[in-house]
């Protein structure tokens, strides 16, 4: 993996000891928040995670490079192509990008696979894909990896642009067990609570870490998901979220949008919609979530 991957020099010290990693993904810059808010957004997560004890390592393609840990000139140089011309990673899009030698941003899929490979265990997002409200074939390729790549997800859950009871009958069809982090409800990203029951209930970074060891121990070549609740503080109104998710929908619907360019369309509508108020609890929960698994990750490297 060596020729294909270029390690920072902190994640690949840490990992040479049996420290603390947690991987970022790359899709929430260039195609989840508008610049400049991305990049910060970026940086303020990997704070939180160095200070629960842990390093972040952003993982993306630039000119069919693998960066196993960006550095901040290179996670500026992918927030300013937001929109732009970055591929949005998902496994069928990897080995597109390494041959094209273009720049590309790695999804919860994408992330899952590369971090796998660079033997990172655990990979903090915002949210993952789902099923696509009205459109039961539109599945995102993160529900697949989920089943088949270890690695343990840290999020707030998905978008209610998606639908949610039908995201969990397909993580359950894949064997990927929904753990609430201080919750028994499965969080809607903005929302605290879709309604959906969780699998379990952990409270603390030890128990999380006893699932993954437990995960471990049996051999199973599939992934967990860990969902945090947005901060309350930072939730948005949920009456005017929805109203601007439904609109955002229609209007998709309307226009065609649909495929890879259906969540990063519908994200963007909705922080236009909500006068920006969507972004700043996005900013909010990716930190929260850094800061968990940086906890739960250190918790992890205690027990070997
Ligand atoms: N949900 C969000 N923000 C995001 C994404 C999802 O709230 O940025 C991104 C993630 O990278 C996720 C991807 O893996 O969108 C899912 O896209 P698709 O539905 O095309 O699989
Ligand atoms: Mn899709």
Redesign the pocket.
Known sequence: MSETFCYHPDVAAALADGGPVVAL?S??IT???PYPQNVAAAMAMETAVRSAGAVPATIGIIQGQVYIGLDGDQIEYLGQRAGQDVR?C?RRDLPLVLACRGDG???????MILAHLAGIELFA??????V?RGHPF?V???LAELGRTPVTVIS?G??SI?DLPATREVLETNGVPVIGYGTDEMPA?FAPSSGLPVDLRLDTPESAAAVIAARRRLGLQSGLLITVPVPAAAACDPEELEAAISQATQEADAQGIH??????WL?SRVVTLTDGRSLEA?AALLQNNGRVAGQIAAALAKQH
């Open positions: 993904e899709t929430v195609h989840g928040l949005k998902s941003a790695t999804t919860v899929a994408g992330t997002t915002g949210g993952i894909g789902g696509h539109d995102s390729a993160d707030s998905a978008k998606l990203f495929g890879p360019a259906a969540t990063p994200l996005n």
